[in-house]
């Protein structure tokens, strides 16, 4: 009776708003990584000053003016993503195998007709930044941190029974996972807090950041080189999060003794129970989202030739202003001893939300070298900033992401990018070699966590033709910590990924 009257004073409010959007998303979107063609890719993406590959437009678009015929370029390949999590001292491992799309480009250099000493290049391409599939799965067959414990903990800081957030705690609720106890003013949970559950946690996350560039670059006297160019990141981003528990060794049981008398194994024992369920017997929470939209953005650069070795360059690129719209459902299956194969399931929204919201990323900035050592091979190394406390978040409503927007600024420091590559041409072969640091967005720099370092390799063939063949290989490689609950019950857990991927390209050079 005490459950039905809640539910029903609950129902009355459940037109309240809960945003699910945080600082992740922004941090997400904001950091790229090394994507273009293998020969970009091999180099660790140190194109910067060194240009001549349309993959420049995504990165630094005077790159493009280097070249002097232009060129036609497709290319994709194979990623393999392993995880492994360390949760309480337990491992668990997964593995993802994708197809990925790397880039496609279309450069074509003209004389300016107005002025001998200049050269034109007009470019598009459609380069993948970043690609998100991945599975991660946490485990842990004898544990006492349970999500039961995080909902009560949520649900207890809820002034009123209005406040539940209805993706969350309200949905432990109204599966008969939670409950309130009147006389004590507040929640418990019918998993004991002092018993240990199997618990498995499965995060896939499937998508892709491909940035369409339509990119104008121009060489005057082949010493001084100029690009702009406009970019438009498409984001296609889904994750599914599953959360199960379950009393594998029974150790939460209500009995019916034969006089109509109940006996427990609960250690602390319950407020009340009911008789149509008993006790726990397994969990499932799902979340599922998917984030789709598209962003604008603009990127300026120059290059100087030294002389016949030495090439500096430099590049800006505004903030990007994705407009993002996200479509999500939550659901929630609780099982008892009474009749375990028929769960209590609820789920929310009732069909599927959408919210519509704008994430806006910092700005970066770069600066390049690339030194060519007598047509035989080249060195290049390009540093870039970000500072990923000036992402924000914003919607229809100024006071939507009044709160993430502070954490971002709080939370998150300004990183620095290493790229370091390296060729060497013998003959109609060039063989390759690259290094990529992406500092952490918590500052410091080759501080290890949440750093992401990316190391690799690659042959290019060139024919008597017009035609020539890239591959590439690369390991990539991060350390991170992840979060199971709220900041209130924090559960940590050590996170080490480590993704390989071959690409492969053919591409037309333009005579």
């Known amino acids: 009776m005490i459950k039905r009257i809640l539910s029903l004073g609950i129902c009355l409010f459940s037109f309240v ?9 922004a941090i997400r979107y904001s950091r790229t990584g090394v994507g273009g063609s293998p020969r970009f890719v091999a180099m660790g993406g140190a194109f910067g000053a060194l240009g001549a590959d349309v993959s420049c437009a995504s990165y630094n678009p005077a790159g493009l003016g280097v070249f002097r015929k232009g060129e036609m370029i497709y290319s994709g390949g194979l990623k393999f993503t392993n995880s492994t999590s360390n949760f309480e001292g337990k491992s668990a491992s997964a593995l993802a195998t994708n197809f990925i799309y790397s880039n496609f480009g279309l450069a074509y250099t003209t004389p300016s007709n107005n002025d001998p000493s200049k050269r034109n290049t007009f ?12 599975t991660i799965q946490i485990a842990n067959g004898s544990t006492r941190s349970s999500i039961s414990g995080d909902m009560v903990s949520q649900a207890n800081k809820a002034q009123s029974l209005n406040q ?10 109204n599966s008969y996972l939670l409950d309130y106890d009147s006389a004590a003013g507040k929640f418990f949970s019918f998993v004991d807090p002092k018993r240990n559950v199997n618990l498995n946690r499965t995060i896939a996350t499937t998508g892709r950041m491909n940035e369409l560039n339509f990119s104008f670059a121009q060489s005057v006297n082949d010493k001084f080189y100029f690009g702009i160019s406009l970019g438009i990141p498409r984001i296609k981003y889904e994750s599914t999060t599953t959360h199960s528990e379950a009393d594998s060794n029974d150790s939460m049981r209500i009995t019916v003794n034969p006089d109509n008398t109940y006996s427990s194994t609960y250690v602390d024992g319950l407020p009340f129970f009911y008789t149509d369920k008993l006790g726990f017997n397994s969990l499932t929470y799902t979340e599922h989202f998917i984030t789709q939209g598209y962003g604008l953005n603009l990127k300026f650069g120059g290059i100087v030739r030294v002389n016949s070795n030495l090439r500096l360059g430099g590049y800006i690129h505004t903030p990007t202003i994705f407009y993002l719209t996200d479509t999500y459902n939550n659901s929630m299956s609780v099982s008892f001893d009474a009749n375990p194969t028929v769960p209590v399931q609820v789920q929310y929204p009732d069909n599927v939300g959408k919210y519509d919201y704008k994430i806006i990323t910092p700005m970066k900035y770069g600066i390049n070298g690339a030194y060519i050592i007598n047509k035989s091979g080249t060195v290049s190394m390009d540093i870039e900033n970000i500072n990923y406390s000036k992402a924000s978040l914003t919607s229809t409503t100024p006071t939507d992401f009044a709160g993430v927007d502070a954490v971002i600024k709080s939370k998150y420091k300004s990183a620095v990018n290493l790229r370091l590559g390296g060729e060497v041409v013998k003959g109609r072969a060039m063989f390759r070699a690259g290094y990529a640091l992406y500092g952490s967005p918590f500052g410091g720099f080759l501080s290890g966590m949440f750093d992401r370092q990316t190391v690799s390799l690659g042959l290019g063939l060139r024919t008597k033709g017009s035609f020539f063949f890239d591959l590439a290989w690369t390991k990539t490689f991060t350390s991170e910590k992840y979060y199971m609950y709220s900041p209130s019950t924090p559960v940590k857990t050590d996170l080490n990924l480590m993704s390989t991927s071959f690409i492969a390209s053919i591409g037309l050079k333009f005579q």
């Open 164 to 173: 539940l957030d209805p993706s969350y705690e309200l949905m432990g609720y």
């Open 17 to 25: 708003v809960i945003l699910s959007q945080n600082d992740l998303d």
């Open 123 to 134: 470019c598009f391409t459609n380069t993948q930044l970043q690609n998100f599939d991945n």
